[in-house]
């Protein structure tokens, strides 16, 4: 008999024999190593922890799940396309999403060859449950993304929606918190023991400022981490980006301080843009930067261009709407005093 996870998972996925590499036979730390072709000299030559142990322990920690649970990525991107590559025969399988959202499920949609349904949020970006009812019986929806807080909206999705959807579907979940760290809201993750079909999706590039390294970090049941690891590419974290995460992760408070911080700019990014006569709305933002509808979008991206400041035109997917990352005090303040001029134009 198969599980209810063994019946989303392709069949190609659940007979495959996974890679074995060296260091999943002996896992000593001490001994002579010449079991994987590696140079005896140098200070990167040896292949990195596969499973990344120190690094789930630690974020363990700080996540307060038990580090069995956790997976990591090559950023979120890894997480979301072994989500298709695990649960999606492709041309046949589906996924679905609610738009305007992050452009990345629809790329990992593309390249898998699945068909990506997407459903527009209401006119306040929430769920319609009236739309997305007559889909959650569809065997071959597989793949169900929910993006709270939303990118590019900015706003976090409501739990009793998201909550229908975990219990009236039988697929999989995946809440991408890229941004949970600035909500108010606490993170999905303790819904795991409710729901195993449920994958939180986190991230160390936003909240703690590590986009450089690319680590995306993903909480799920370990029945279908066991999936996740098998199909994962074996050495998928260098141990350069382990020991400077590890690092990073050891000062919790600086994290705290730094999301304090950056809500506090975005508070007074908010009332100065009030201010301004080319402003016509500001969405409420749970996360780190705000979607603002301002009188000509395209005009006021490319006269901010122009003075070398850079922000997001989502013109083309939420009419005459930019979308602005909160950077640092002064950052804001030369962006404040460029729209201020543009504004006066
Ligand atoms: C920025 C962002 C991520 C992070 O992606 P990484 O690959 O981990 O850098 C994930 N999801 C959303 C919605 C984002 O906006």
């Known amino acids: 008999m198969k599980s209810n996870i063994q019946k989303l998972v392709r069949n190609n996925i659940l007979n495959l024999a996974p890679y074995s590499s060296a260091r999943d036979e002996y896992t000593g730390k001490e001994g002579v190593f010449l079991d994987a072709n590696e140079n005896p000299f140098g200070d990167y030559n040896r292949y990195p922890d596969p499973d990344q142990t120190e690094l789930k322990q630690r974020l363990a920690e700080i996540k307060k799940v038990d580090a069995k649970k956790i997976f990591l990525g090559n950023g979120s991107d890894e997480v979301i396309d072994l989500a298709f590559r695990i649960f999606c025969e492709p041309n046949q399988d589906k996924a679905l999403t609610f738009t305007p959202t992050y452009g990345m499920y629809e790329v990992s949609a593309n390249i898998n060859s699945v068909e990506l349904i997407k459903l527009p ?150 009332k100065e843009l009030q201010s301004l006569k080319i402003v016509r709305k500001i969405y409420p933002s749970d996360a780190n930067f705000i979607l603002v509808e301002v009188n000509n979008a395209n005009e006021v991206y490319s006269k901010l261009i122009s ?7 989502r013109d083309s997917v939420i009419k005459n709407c930019i979308r602005i990352t909160v950077g640092s005090a002064e950052e804001n303040q030369k962006l404040f005093n460029a729209l201020k001029l543009i504004s006066n134009d």
């Open 121 to 270: 949020l209401n006119p306040e970006f929430q769920i319609d449950r009236k739309t997305i009812e007559p889909y959650l019986l569809d065997e071959n929806l597989k793949l169900i993304f929910i993006c709270s807080p939303n990118n590019p909206t900015g706003n976090l999705i409501k739990t009793d929606d998201i909550k229908f959807i975990l219990d009236n579907f039988g697929g999989i979940v995946i809440i991408d918190e890229a941004y949970i760290d600035f909500a108010e809201q606490e993170s999905f993750i303790k819904e795991l023991e409710n729901h195993p079909n449920l994958i939180i999706s986190q991230t160390l590039s936003k909240a703690w400022g590590l986009a450089g390294l690319r680590l995306g970090i993903a909480v799920m049941n370990e029945e279908i981490l066991s999936y996740y690891k098998k199909v994962k590419s074996p050495y998928n974290i260098s141990s350069v980006n382990q020991k400077v995460a590890l690092q990073a992760l050891s000062n919790e408070k600086e994290f705290q301080n730094n999301v304090t911080i950056i809500l506090r700019e975005k508070s007074k990014l908010i």
């Open 307 to 313: 003075k070398q400041i850079i922000i997001r035109n």
